[in-house]
């Protein structure tokens, strides 16, 4: 906590103005689109004030990026993947920006922090840009922060927004709220893979692709990949023009990325077309505020004095089965709203 006071005393004391900033950002300064995304990151009304200025200015160069969800089982190889997807798409003449979404670390910033040095030829692209996700004790407080990045980075030119998901449990819903395709990465072996997947996962995925299909691992990757279309045709599609293809791929070998990446394409072009492309958008924004309002108000209930001062004690009659947990509510409520 020391060093994050330390960085926004700092942030303030060298504060520039949201025409600075705005300007800083649309023309691509690295330093100035770094420090903006501090500032978004803070929770200071100060900051948040500002912030919101600076949002407010940028919201006409927003929206225009290819906004892509990863997520995947653990061992699956993303940081390689993300690092020889990302190569490939600035090789194009895209601008590249991968964020994070880490609810389980509220100190590192995320593991992207040592996944941006295994993203070795990404992190010194100069048509890439790599942030780990802010230190945060809430998943909303993390989700609010990456939200606003996104926009920022689309503003500051990155046509191409990669959000990584690190953390486990909320974080795929999380990130596929905030996206525009949600990719999941499997490992051949699907038999054992299918019973640690959420079934909710699979419903989120408009992309499976089952990475590591090199050597002698090719052909249980395309039995893999059999076994997830059976799954997923038993689990339904969410769109009546989408039905989610599963690849196989090698990060490693850089086999079958241009394939992916040419379903990624062709679902926002089908999206775009059917108009579910803007009404999930739409509908995303309209989630974001009502996540913003929830955590506001749950921020302020709980930083509340006559809430505060009989927290405790409701609590521990709710977890000791004397008090219904229907009737704290209703307690902890009329104090918030009429005081002591």
């Known amino acids: ?12 004391a060298e504060a520039l103005s949201a025409d600075e900033y705005v300007e800083g950002v649309r023309s691509g300064d690295r330093t100035v689109l770094a420090r903006t995304i501090t500032l978004l990151e803070s929770s200071r009304p100060e900051h948040r004030a500002l912030a919101g200025a600076v949002l407010q200015d940028l919201l006409p160069s927003t929206g225009g990026s290819h906004r892509v969800g990863i997520t995947g089982v653990p061992g699956v190889g993303k940081s390689t993947f993300i690092d020889q997807l990302g190569v490939n798409l600035t090789a194009r003449g895209h601008r590249v920006a991968v964020l994070a979404v880490d609810p389980t670390s509220s100190r590192t910033g995320g593991s992207i922090l040592g996944d941006k040095t295994r993203m070795e030829r ?13 230190a945060g004790a809430t998943l909303g407080g993390v989700t609010r922060a990456t939200r606003e990045t996104v926009l920022v980075c689309e503003a ?41 997947i959420k079934k909710g996962v699979l419903e989120l995925a408009d992309v499976v692709a089952i990475n590591k299909a090199d050597g002698d691992n090719v052909a ?3 039995v893999a990949a059999a076994e997830y279309r059976m799954a997923l045709h038993l689990v339904g599609s969410a769109s009546p023009t989408w039905t989610t293809p599963v690849l196989t791929c090698s990060a490693m070998t850089d086999t079958g990325l241009d ?10 072009d089908r999206m775009t077309a059917s108009g579910e492309f803007g009404a999930r958008r739409s509908a995303q924004q309209v989630a974001w505020m009502w996540s913003m309002l929830d955590d506001r ?12 001062d009989h927290l405790d004690e409701v609590e521990r009659a709710v977890a000791s089965g004397t008090l219904p947990a229907t ?12 005081g002591p």
């Open 297 to 308: 108000l749950r921020s302020s209930l709980r930083s509340d004095s006559g809430v505060r």
């Open 122 to 134: 990404l992190a010194v692209d100069p048509a890439a840009f790599i942030r780990p996700s802010p």
């Open 156 to 196: 500051a030119g990155f046509d191409v927004v990669l959000v990584e998901t690190v953390g486990v449990g909320q974080s795929e819903t999380v990130v596929a709220g905030m996206v525009d395709c949600f990719l999941v990465l499997m490992l051949s072996g699907a038999g054992d893979d299918l019973q640690g």
């Open 220 to 222: 249980r990757a395309e």
């Open 259 to 268: 394939e992916l990446w040419a379903q990624v394409r062709l679902h926002r």
């Open 1 to 12: 906590m020391g060093s994050r006071s330390h960085r926004y005393a700092a942030l303030v």
């Open 327 to 338: 009737v704290a509510v209703e307690e902890l409520w009329r104090r918030y709203r009429d």
